[in-house]
């Protein structure tokens, strides 16, 4: 599994476009990129995941670089609710390795 | 109804105690985790079972320990409480997914309070 960075923190105004970074530099080629988040006091939730090309779900978008040593993940208009700590994992096994997260603030 | 659902979702014990959390799911999964989260840290792997008879030490085991009662029921034992296991506890479960492609799905959490 490779090693995630994340920026701390990352602030936001509602409506807007939001992309969340993550760099995995040491990313091997059967490992897969998730995101998950979690709203205070819940636990996580899963976003989305890819392994190579971009995703698309009904809660966001997942740009992967061409390389596969960072992602993006979008949240096309962002919403007070979509205030949470984001985290993005890279693995390939049976488990996720969380870090710290970035924690998204959304303000009106 | 939650598809995965924690037992109790708060609790305050003392040192030395023995306690149990319960993780319970009605997604028929044959996977399920059990993670701790301190405050400001991310979740750190306990305990993971892939099946009934399968289970297998996760990155933070030692205090802990685990029985997988059923196919759907999961439950984390602290044979005897220290305050440093004052933390979150989130249970989740998963499909076996292909490789690493797979969505695992977390109950809402029991606060363990160690005095």
């Known amino acids: 599994d490779a090693k995630t960075t994340q920026p701390n923190s990352m602030e936001s105004n509602e409506e807007e476009p939001v992309h969340l970074p993550c760099n995995h530099s040491?990313?091997?080629?059967?490992?897969?990129i998730h995101w998950y988040r979690q709203l205070p006091s819940q636990g996580p939730e899963y976003v989305i995941h890819?392994?190579?090309s971009n995703v698309n779900n009904r809660m966001a978008s997942l740009a992967i670089a061409e390389d596969r040593k960072s992602s993006t993940l979008i949240l096309h208009r962002a919403t007070l609710r979509d205030a949470a700590v984001y985290y993005c994992?890279?693995?390939?096994?049976?488990?996720?390795?969380f870090g710290k997260g970035t924690s998204l603030l959304v303000t009106p | 109804d939650a598809d995965v659902t924690q037992t109790p979702r708060n609790r305050i014990t003392k040192t030395g105690k023995r306690i149990m959390l319960e993780c319970s799911q009605t997604?028929?999964?044959?996977?399920m985790y059990w993670y701790r989260q301190d405050p400001g840290l991310g979740l750190r792997l306990i305990y993971y079972?892939?099946?009934?008879?399968?289970?297998n030490k996760g990155e933070i085991s030692d205090g802990y320990s685990v029985s997988r009662q059923a196919q759907a029921k999961f439950s984390l034992s602290l044979e005897s409480a220290i305050p440093n296991q004052t933390a979150l506890y989130f249970c989740?479960?998963?499909?076996?997914?292909?490789?690493?492609?797979?969505?695992?799905?977390f109950g809402p959490g029991t606060r363990l309070t160690v005095l």
């Open positions: 890819g392994l190579t």
């Open positions: 040491t990313i091997s080629g059967t490992d897969y």
């Open positions: 997604k028929g999964h044959d996977r």
């Open positions: 989740a479960t998963s499909d076996p997914g292909g490789g690493g492609a797979y969505e695992q799905f």
């Open positions: 079972s892939f099946d009934v008879k399968d289970i």
């Open positions: 994992i890279s693995n390939s096994g049976y488990a996720l390795n």
